[in-house]
């Protein structure tokens, strides 16, 4: 067992990522954006590459058999991760904004008609709103927002009156928002949207390396995520979707794996999760993200980083996992809001100070007379990485009245030092741009 | 080589020919106040920069140059460069206008990232005189591929 009360060691957690090794080290703080990959998901990559590689399913020889085990693997980790009941409520698709496609794809092709209404929140990216829109265009179906209130939080009772209307078959909302860092109040959400007939989907890009989503406490029906946030290889994302919905949906691409028969007249789907991953999947990719979760449950504290699945799992249910990232991750948010608060002229998006909202991953700002792609750049000239502009979320700039902002986020591996250096070099920037 | 460099900075924080009462609602591309007023604003939704553009045109040829926009230091530090220059000249000589010419005014590299905004003041300018021509507006993908021949 572990020291619940142990601190990360950030310097250890530092070291195993290749990519902060470098001197002088770059001051990444665009981790919300994407994540950093560790030593131990390369290796466990490699190790795939070098000794297992072959095609999932099928296949007799040992190579397959035991790429087979270590795709199915990952699957079991993930669903441990997400503490889903069933390991085929998981689904491998390419990313997160795959998942999203393939829930409006498939489920909204088949249960929603014309008239039937969907509800989105204003926080929302353009990867859980456009997929809802080329299905309105398809089906006729309305798509109703969310607005939020002067803290970035989406407005309840807007969600009520909309689902008063009857017509409201799914909410897809943000778990945390990539913009503002707020959480919107996911349980009374899924509650008040259970209550009215409707499902809820939730958008976990970000919240997935912030906090824990437990997805049978949370009670919803669909949530996405994409690897490359959480420590993992770009070009995996995860849907979980509850079973007996699953089920009642039609595949969403054809092809190989997906298939329990073809004819020539037609074919007949695989069960689930096969029935949602036509053709070769990303296995790499797949264990990659395995080890990024196991790597996060225990991995990164450890010296020798070969955490079993016993001790992994253990500590998922006791919750040690997030008792020691949020606090670190907390206090750099703190830090970050305090020192940039200093500087005149920068305004803080998101929750009013005095609303004691905690905030997750990310602050993000306006500085006056400042483009953030000048700032952005400036900075980025001195390595320091931020990322600029309207971070794929149109609508909630524009109901911010502010063309683009500039966005400060942090991970496990951020330090003070980073957004101090980061603080110091946004002033010089303002001096150089304004003087 | 520094991006900031001194003249894009000075530029930035002076433009010359700019007047606040240029600026029309964004995306109203075509308003003209007198007959041979022409105005006319593009946007780069990627990163909320705008510019518009007022010119007034005699005998063919430019005889006043006014801007307003928002955006970045490059965007408009080159649009302000480019208004320096368009005293006097033609519909044909703005069309020969290439994004090289606008770089060698910045003096400075434009990487890829930063391309776009560096030309939104000559797509604005040449989109100006195609409105008051009424020909068809030129595109990004049409301005970027333009070279001096
Ligand atoms: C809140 C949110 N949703 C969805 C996505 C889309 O993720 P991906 O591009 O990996 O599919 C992102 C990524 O930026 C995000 O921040």
Redesign the interface.
């Known amino acids: 067992m572990m020291d619940i009360d142990m601190p990360l060691d950030i310097a250890f957690i530092r070291r195993q990522f290749p990519f902060l090794r470098a001197s002088p080290p770059p001051v990444y703080l665009d981790s919300a954006a994407m994540a950093q990959v560790p030593d131990a998901v390369l290796n466990a990559m490699t190790q795939w590459e070098h000794s297992s590689r072959a095609n999932v399913h099928r296949g007799m020889h040992a190579r397959a058999e035991e790429s087979t085990i270590a795709y199915e693997a990952a699957r079991s980790t993930v669903q441990q991760f997400l503490n889903a009941k069933h390991s085929d409520e998981i689904v491998f698709t390419k990313s997160c904004t795959e998942a999203i496609n393939l829930v409006a794809r498939s489920w909204g092709e088949t249960h929603l008609q014309e008239n039937d209404a969907i509800v989105l929140s204003m926080l929302e990216h353009h990867s859980n709103i456009v997929p809802w829109m080329q299905l309105k265009d398809r089906k006729g179906i309305d798509v109703l927002w969310m607005d939020i209130d002067e803290n970035g939080m989406p407005r309840m009772e807007d969600l009520e009156k909309h689902l008063k209307t009857g017509r409201v078959k799914i909410v897809s909302v943000t778990a945390l928002s990539n913009v503002l860092g707020v959480t919107p109040d996911l349980q009374k959400i899924i509650a008040l949207a259970h209550e009215a007939g409707a499902l809820v989907l939730l958008d976990a890009a970000q919240a997935i390396a912030h906090m824990p989503l437990d997805v049978q406490k949370l009670d919803c029906d669909f949530l996405a995520f994409s690897g490359h946030k959480l420590y993992g290889p770009t070009g995996i994302g995860v849907l979980y979707g509850k079973r007996k919905l699953l089920e009642t949906m039609p595949p969403f691409l054809g092809g190989g794996m997906m298939i329990r028969e073809v004819h020539t007249e037609g074919f007949t789907p695989a069960d689930l999760p096969a029935k949602f991953e036509a053709g070769t999947p990303p296995i790499a990719e797949a264990v990659g993200l395995g080890t990024a979760m196991e790597w996060l449950v225990a991995g990164c504290r450890l010296q020798v980083a070969n955490s079993s699945h016993a001790s992994s799992n253990q500590q998922r249910r006791t919750g040690i996992l997030w008792d020691d990232i949020q606090p670190h991750e907390q206090s750099l948010l703190q830090h970050a809001t305090c020192s940039l608060q200093q500087i005149s002229g920068l305004h803080i998006l998101g929750p009013t100070p005095d609303s004691q909202l905690l905030t997750h991953g990310c602050v993000s700002f306006t500085l006056d007379s400042v483009?953030?792609?000048?700032l952005t750049?400036?900075l980025g000239?001195r390595s320091i990485a931020l990322r600029?502009?309207?971070h794929c979320c149109?609508p909630l700039?524009k109901r911010l009245g502010?063309?683009?902002s500039t966005r400060l986020s942090v991970g496990v591996y951020t330090t003070k030092e980073e957004i101090d250096a980061c603080v110091q070099a946004i002033v010089e920037a303002r001096k150089?741009?304004?003087t | 080589m520094d991006?900031?460099a001194e003249n894009i900075?000075d530029h930035?924080?002076h433009p010359r020919h700019k007047k606040p009462a240029t600026r029309h609602p964004p995306f109203d591309s075509v308003h003209s106040r007198q007959p041979e007023t022409i105005v006319h604003t593009e946007a780069n939704?990627?990163?909320?920069?705008?510019i518009s553009i007022s010119l007034n045109i005699k005998d063919d040829r430019i005889t006043e140059i006014f801007w307003d926009g928002?955006?970045?230091?490059?965007s408009q530090a080159a649009m302000s460069m480019l208004s320096e220059e368009l005293h006097g000249k033609t519909m044909t000589e703005i069309e020969a206008l290439t994004p090289q010419n606008i770089y060698d005014s910045l003096g400075v590299p434009i990487g890829p990232r930063?391309a776009k905004?560096a030309l939104l003041g000559l797509l604005t300018l040449k989109n100006t005189l195609r409105t008051h021509k009424g020909v068809d507006h030129v595109s990004w993908a049409r301005l970027i591929a333009l070279h001096n021949h």
């Open positions: 483009h953030p792609h000048d750049e400036i000239r600029a502009g309207h149109m700039h502010i063309p683009a150089k741009l304004n | 991006l900031y900075l930035y924080r939704l990627s990163c909320g920069d705008e928002t955006g970045c230091a490059i930063r905004c």
